[in-house]
């Protein structure tokens, strides 16, 4: 059996975000940690998400700054869902291990 602490999770990430709440508006798919998503998404909010593959975290800013949200596989159609107060995401990165 592994040992625990080394266990990864998923090798593929894959994630979609949205422009509007319930999977709607603009869409696009990331499976890259993004540390300023104003550099492949033009808007400075998700409103939600799809988690397809492994474990994401949103981060408040960029740079991978200010609150952050553990997101685990699943659908979240709001951003209430994954915790957030607001919908502002600055930067998202995958989790490589647990």
């Known amino acids: 059996m592994k ?3 080394t266990w990864a ?8 975000i949205f422009e509007r709440p319930d999977f709607t508006g603009q869409m ?4 890259e940690d993004m540390p300023n998503l104003m550099d492949r998404w033009r ?4 409103h939600s ?14 740079n991978y ?6 997101l685990e596989k699943g659908e979240y ?9 607001n919908s502002s995401v ?5 989790v490589l291990d647990i």
């Open 3 to 5: 040992d625990p602490n």
């Open 9 to 16: 999770t998923s090798t593929r990430h894959r994630i979609r």
């Open 28 to 31: 696009t798919e990331f499976s």
């Open 43 to 46: 808007f400075r909010d998700i």
């Open 49 to 62: 998400a799809h988690v397809h593959d492994g474990i994401w975290v949103f981060y408040e800013h960029p």
């Open 65 to 70: 700054r200010g609150r952050q949200y553990l």
């Open 77 to 85: 159609r709001r951003h209430a869902e994954w915790g957030a107060l």
């Open 90 to 94: 600055g930067s998202i990165r995958r």
